[in-house]
Structures are given as structure tokens and as C-alpha cells.
């Protein structure tokens, strides 16, 4: 598509339910993260995928939080058990990805999933 | 790990100034320095990066140096206009052998800046 495009904008669950936060890529991207950002705060590294492989998740909060992107497209971030301090913007970013040139620092973000958990 | 602090966290200027934007940074393997731009209900968005091999880097009204020695680069915006008003993050990564990690990014909490007409 013609941009990181992240599904739903907007959901709000209550404490212990499961939710699913889906992440369409830049066709052709070959790396994929995922972000948390609070309320007044920079964006914070989750994980992420080169391919379908996730390469890097030191920054899942717990083992609540877990993604995949079986076949190195579309990514999901769930979140099991939701707490109140879940709550936040999650986001998506993709880049071209690749061993070489510049390509691979360069991120494009989407308009994020807020999540809401009562 | 790495820590990038951001400052001012709001700041004001008249149409027509340059607004400045400093950040610091704590891991002196960062090597990768990107700003971004954050409109209200969006994403950031990519404005300007620097890379360690290079001092300074101009893209019109925009230009981001980096000093290496004192782990700290800066964003000028000049001759500020009103669409200016945004949201601003800087942020740095390590690109490792083979490019790995790239996008790891560690942002700075951001600054809100407000042009005035």
C-alpha cells in the first residue's frame, strides 16, 4: 500500500481481555517494528521483524505482549490479559530493510492503534 | 542502553524566527540521528537525518548538526511559518554489521513548538 496502515484506530476493551493489533506494512518493506507511545512521550522500541522473523524483542514489556508476521508481511501485536497501564498509542513502522545502504534506518510510521483498557 | 534527552519541551517563536531544537544522547556507538515531525492524530513523520560521518546536513528551511565529541545534535528550522507548528522528536539508532537493528530507535520526549502568526 501506499503507507504503514495499522488496525483498529481506536479500541477500548476491559482489564483482562485479549486484544489484537494489526500492522499492514509498506508493500515491499522488509522491516518491521513495533512502538508504544504515551501520552507526552517519544515513541518506545516493542520489537521487530526483518522478513517473518522477529529479530529483536527486548522491549515487550512482559510475556502478556507477543507478535508474529507469519509471512513477512502483515504484523499482529497481542496483548493477553490487558491491564489499565496497557493503555496507550501502539505503532507501526516498516522500512526497506536490507544489509546494505541507507534504506535500513529510515522508518515510515502509521497512524497507530489507541488502546483503551476501563 | 541508550538515553536521549530533548529540550526545550515546548517553545513559541513569532512567524518569520528560527526555532532550535537540542537533544542529547547517551551511547557513543549511536550512529544515527533521524527527526521527527508529528501532526496532531498522525504518525511521525521522517523530516531530516543526520549519520555520525557527517557534521552537518540542509534540507531548506531545515538543517540537523551533530557534534559526536559532546554526544549532542540539534535541529534549526528557519524562517518559521505556522504549518511549522508541530510536534518534534529526535531520535538515535545504531546500525550494527549488516545493518541489523536499524530502526531501533530511542526517541527524546518530544517538543511541542507553536508558531504564532
Known amino acids: 500500500g501506499a503507507g504503514v496502515s495499522q488496525s483498529p484506530r481506536y479500541k477500548v476493551t476491559k482489564r483482562g481481555q485479549d486484544v489484537a493489533l494489526r500492522c499492514d506494512p509498506i508493500?515491499?518493506?522488509?522491516?518491521l517494528y513495533w512502538y508504544r507511545q504515551a501520552l507526552g512521550q517519544g515513541p518506545e522500541f516493542l520489537t521487530y521483524?526483518?522478513?517473518?522473523?522477529?529479530?529483536?524483542k527486548s522491549g515487550l514489556p512482559n510475556d502478556r505482549f507477543s507478535a508474529e508476521r507469519p509471512e513477512g508481511s502483515i504484523s499482529t501485536l497481542t496483548i493477553q490479559r490487558t491491564e489499565q497501564r496497557d493503555s496507550a498509542m501502539y505503532r507501526c513502522?516498516?522500512?526497506?530493510?536490507?544489509?546494505?545502504?541507507?534504506?535500513?534506518?529510515?522508518?515510515?510510521f502509521g497512524a497507530g492503534s489507541r488502546l483503551t483498557v476501563l | 542502553g541508550e538515553n536521549v534527552e530533548q529540550h526545550p519541551s515546548t517553545l513559541s517563536v513569532q512567524e518569520g524566527d528560527s526555532a532550535v531544537i537540542k537533544c542529547t544522547y547517551s551511547d557513543s556507538a549511536s550512529n544515527y540521528f533521524p527527526w521527527y515531525k508529528q501532526e496532531l492524530g498522525k504518525g511521525p513523520q521522517l523530516i531530516i537525518d543526520i549519520r555520525s560521518n557527517v557534521g552537518e546536513k540542509k534540507d531548506q528551511r531545515i538543517a540537523v548538526t551533530l557534534n559526536k565529541t559532546a554526544k549532542h545534535f540539534s535541529l534549526h528550522i528557519t524562517e518559521t511559518q505556522p504549518e511549522d507548528s508541530a510536534v518534534y522528536f529526535c531520535?538515535?539508532?545504531?546500525?550494527?554489521?549488516?545493518?541489523?537493528?536499524?530502526?531501533?530507535?530511542?526517541f527524546g520526549d518530544g517538543t511541542t513548538l507553536t508558531v504564532k502568526p
Open positions: 513502522a516498516s522500512s526497506l530493510g536490507g544489509r546494505y545502504g541507507s534504506g535500513a534506518n529510515v522508518l515510515t
Open positions: 508493500s515491499g518493506h522488509v522491516s
Open positions: 521483524f526483518n522478513y517473518e522473523a522477529q529479530q529483536d
Open positions: 531520535a538515535a539508532s545504531t546500525s550494527g554489521f549488516l545493518n541489523t537493528n536499524a530502526g531501533k530507535s530511542t
